[in-house]
């Protein structure tokens, strides 16, 4: 393997929502198993996503998936808190790569030569399979939190700004797992002040 340049391709999901945390996710693709239908996970299907997650799990040379947590996104901001689930990600890698691609404009501080690529997720195989890694386990967490917060409909729109979890941030309030710098949460917690 040491003759091999290793590439790891790094993007997130959940930067939009409203609640639960950001996700990241880096993966090393071993070129001798190429994995047919990799694709910018928002242009795939749920079912193209949820067959596609365990076929790169499996072959990929090395992945990783990690959190920036809703405090971490209210504290930091969320292009902050993006990064620094991008970099666990990568630090969490079971081999280090020598080169990290990164979806978008900006690159998480690694220690590791680093390139953003814009619209990567569709021109890069890798960072296409981190973004269907960091998806598909960012919509399993929100599943979980759906089942402790079944009020909001959490399994539906996943954390997304949507008319129906705008209309249960009104009726049931803010819980913890929402993002307060996020200004429709901060205008439901006014809502919500001024209607008791």
């Known amino acids: 393997m040491s003759d091999i340049l290793l590439i790891c391709g790094v993007d997130e999901a959940g930067r939009g929502p409203l609640a639960g945390p950001v996700s990241a996710a880096a993966v090393i693709l071993d070129p001798s198993y190429p994995i047919e239908g990799l694709a910018d996970s928002k242009k795939l299907s749920e079912k193209q996503r949820d067959l596609l997650a365990p076929v790169i799990r499996e072959r990929a040379l090395a992945w990783a998936v990690a959190y920036a947590e809703v405090d971490e996104i209210d504290r ?42 814009v619209k990567g997720d569709s021109k890069v195989a890798a960072i296409s399979a981190a973004s269907i890694l960091a998806k598909t386990a960012r919509d399993d967490l929100m599943l979980k939190l759906h089942g402790l917060h079944p009020q909001y409909g959490f399994d539906g729109h996943k954390g997304y700004p949507t008319a129906s979890h705008l209309a249960a941030l009104r009726e049931h309030g803010v819980s913890e797992v929402h993002r307060r710098s996020f200004r429709p949460v901060r205008d439901a917690l006014l809502y919500t002040q001024t209607k008791t």
């Open 76 to 117: 930091l901001n969320i292009l902050q808190a993006t990064l620094l689930a991008m970099r666990r990600a990568v630090l969490a890698l079971p081999i280090q790569p020598h080169q990290v691609l990164v979806d978008g404009l900006y690159c998480p501080q690694t220690g590791i030569p680093s390139e953003a690529i």
